[in-house]
């Protein structure tokens, strides 16, 4: 068993009883791993972004302070690359999450067969990310026979003709965020259902006896109903919107996406790494990514909370 | 407390980064020794077509079952993160022999992750390799690695197609088409094709990754320019003869068909595709003698073209040197070169075998690019005679085919030439600088 002396020195220290023993224990692997696989390789990077380190180079790296960051910051490509994941994430997080919204919607009904449409809907989740890619790179193809050049073409008559799609800087980046959306709206939507079935039938009942409408319904039950489930959907989407990755180095190492146009910060930093085994380089853009995420987040946590207050 | 917390996990972080570093330094300055010559040998490969590994696999089971002092035990690694892998394989990690993409070697050299193999493979095998084939595997006067082939590089053409529009193309060396005949070209040929298109790029290999450097580079050298010249990018890979290439480059985009099938040529859908060795196999089972072979576009200073491929070379920390070599010896014998170069239609990189193929010696098929391939040089010594370049050969050629391939996919979708040239060869400056011209 454990050891009472240590228990009593730490109570008297730390203030801890007896009962918390067993939470702390159980707690330790996940902190343990938290700290290994979270804290320390980020620490790690921290440090290595203020040294010239090659990948796994036999030469030991050099100090050289703030250069990666100096370079960083005056780097266009960095804040081209930056500026994309504003936009993406600006675009998605909303949209994705009203889709989301109405979809769970829609599908919240009693009809027969609504779970074939709900596992349709879903199904897009299941696929990786990889595969969509590569769907979609033949969907957008720039040449005429492209599914979606060619639907464009028999909606406008021909009056239209092939685009392409995923090399014109203007659509690059909605192509991206369209099939990103088409990928992952569905598990919003199935948590967003979730949070739906939780709201009790009673009060849309009482609504209705006040002769609510049907927006009236939804602004003043549904919504304030679904709240929570609302701010964990937009917070998961805002962390996997800053995340995005598979779809843009597929479509720009083999779809013939526009590069500077889609290009994402992560995609910079695994390039840096992988392609150019600039260490150093990987490291920093990774820590100014995490300080700026971490601040977006920061304040979108403190928004959120102050109109709860309200 | 608080204080104390966060004094904690910086000792945590600076430790866990001294022993990364530490990790980081001590990879290297692997020794190779011979060993008895008997025992396991651990083989790595890139996995590419099936009838090329089954050619591997062949060799591997033959020279097990010619001899019983030696296994060969062969790893197979898919092609697309072959290089990734032993870039993040240390050096004490790595097997005894491992196959390379030939511009890589001088950058493993670097990292001491490959042995000199002079000591352990025979003097017939070196004596036996192609000029090319010993240039690619010599890193600073030191042999590293031998190949089993070379590679051919040029224009696949739909004869019929050329005929019925009435275009008339070369058929040597010397009489390759100029930038503006071949953009003139192009466009007669989609006019005359139902497709619109003219020209294949294999966009499909994704234009950013090493088919970009290897089958476009030549152009910029064909024009006057290069990637890079005494360790120095600026001025030369944005110079104006590179930059000239590559805007004649972005000109025939018009007419090149994106390939997402990568059928493009065999449908029929155009009638020209940039071409690499292994594309002729299953060209010429569609086209039969419709499937004419042509050198790469004139940019100016004569036809270039790339060259060059996978190379053999031996694990740095090997204790297994003898057993190594001998086996090395055995892949490069006329048998299994030619039952390599049979399965993925590339030129032979011993001078035995090359003497008797088929397909690249005078009469063959191929023979023009055979013939590009006797006119080679490395890419800092390039005369007016030579065709094929090999790529630069220096230790930082990652930062360079990196950053030329994504110059180069973004002036395909219309980016502007000299600041992507001129992007690329500041990063590749940068990097030199950094890592003390990597020397």
Redesign the interface.
Known sequence: MSNPTVVRTRRRAFRWSRRDLPGATMAAPGIIGLLAFVAAPFLVAVVLSFYNAQLNSPRSPNFIGITQYSRLFSDPQFWRAFGNNLTFAAVVIPVQTAIALGLAMLINRRLRGISIFRALFFLPVIFPMALVAVIWRLILSRSEDGLLNSLVHFVTFGQVGAQDWLGNSATAMPSIILLSIWQGVGFQMIILLAGLQEIPQERYEAAQLDRASRWQQFRYVTLPGLRNTLIFVVLLTSILAFRVYDQVYILITSGGANKAATQTVLYQATTSVFDQNNLGRASAITVVFFAIVLAITVVQRRVVRQESEA | MNHRKKAG??V???T??AM??AS??S???GTSSAGDGTGDVEVWAHQGKDSEVAALQDAVANFNASQSDITVNLTLVPEADYT?TI?????SDLPDVLELDGPTLA?FV???KVAPIGDYVSQATIDNASAGNVNQGTVDGTLYALAQFNSGLGLCANGALLDDAGVTYPDSIDSAWTADEFRSALQTLAAAND???ALDIK???????EWGTYAFSPLLQSAGGNLIADNEASGVIDGPESVSAMEAFQSWLPYV??N?DDAAFVDGRVAISWCGHWMYPGYSEALGDDLVILPLPDMGTGTKSGAGSWTWGMGSTTGQGTAAGAFLDYLLNDQNVAAMTAANGAPPATKSVLASDALYSAGGPLELWGKQLEASCNADAITSDCVTVLRPLTAGY??IT??FA?AL??I????DVQSALT?AATAID??FA??NDYQ
């Open positions: 996990a910086s945590v972080a600076v866990a980064a990364l570093l980081c330094s990879g290297g300055g990734t870039q993040s394989t240390s050096a950058n670097y990292d001491a497709s619109g298109y966009e499909n290999y994704g234009l950013g990754g068909d994106p997402e990652p930062v990196s950053e994504s996919s973004a395909a979708t219309g980016g992007g940068q990097s950094d890592n």
